[in-house]
């Protein structure tokens, strides 16, 4: 059972431009929402990370957006540059308790110079 | 300070053989969490280690296998390879439990079973 659902797979956004990648969830007792960005060759890193208390959390380019009663959240890169080139994955899990981290299957993202 | 490290980064096996794969956390950390990565499955999550116990368990068969020692470094195992064990194994550490703190991850076995 996918609890996280990602799309699209794959993006393709010209430099300069924004990237929106979506992200729902089905188990409401999920509390902490991370995005992780993952380069060719390396392991994924911590981008940006909201709890359902806010509604959007932005840093630098990189902005969550949070909809709880949808069950939904989102990755926004504004000014998108060729160096943001990656594979991002959305996550989800409860802070504390025997909850396991559950990821989203990941977007592809190509900028175009 | 240094990261996570993996090792070997790279590992050809053929079915039916058993592997080792092996992590170094972050200096400090007493969390080790093993995830599978596949184009078909994404990321998903095999155990967590915290101070030498495994904390939690996801959905694999009795073959995938861990330990963590008592410096915080972990290793898994795999038995019976299977082709469909080809894939990149990620550990990611964390100063305390995963699910309290944020995870850092180490750049990945990358295993092919011929």
């Known amino acids: 059972q996918q609890q996280v659902k990602q799309s699209p797979q794959s993006l393709i956004v010209q430099k300069g431009g924004i990237s929106i990648i979506n992200c729902a969830y089905e188990?409401?007792?999920?509390?902490?929402f991370p995005w992780y960005q993952q380069f060719p060759g390396k392991g994924p890193a911590l981008l940006i990370a909201?709890?359902?208390?806010?509604s959007e959390k932005k840093e630098g380019r990189f902005t969550i957006s949070f909809n709880k009663s949808a069950k939904q959240f989102s990755l926004h890169i504004m000014d998108s540059q060729p160096g943001d080139s990656a594979t991002y994955f959305c996550?989800?899990?409860?802070?504390?308790?025997?909850?396991?981290?559950?990821f989203g299957r990941g977007t592809s993202l190509i900028v175009h110079p | 300070k240094a990261g996570v490290t993996q090792t070997p980064r790279y590992l050809i096996k053929t079915r039916g053989q058993q592997v080792t794969l092996s992590c170094s956390p972050i200096?400090?950390?007493?969390?080790v969490s093993w995830y599978q990565q596949t184009p078909g499955q994404g990321l998903q999550f095999l155990f967590e280690?915290?101070?030498?116990?495994?904390?939690n368990k996801g959905n694999f068969p009795g073959r995938f296998s861990g330990r963590q020692f008592s410096n915080s470094r972990s290793e898994m195992n795999v038995s019976t390879l299977e082709l469909g064990d080809s894939a990149l194994y990620l550990c990611?550490?964390?100063?305390?439990?995963?699910?309290?703190?944020?995870?850092?991850f180490g750049p990945g076995t990358r295993l092919t079973v011929t």
């Open positions: 280690y915290f101070s030498e116990t495994q904390r």
């Open positions: 996550a989800a899990s409860r802070r504390g308790g025997s909850y396991i981290p559950t």
């Open positions: 909201i709890r359902p208390d806010v």
């Open positions: 990611a550490s964390s100063p305390g439990i995963a699910n309290t703190y944020e995870q850092y």
């Open positions: 188990n409401t007792a999920f509390d902490y």
């Open positions: 200096s400090g950390h007493r969390s």
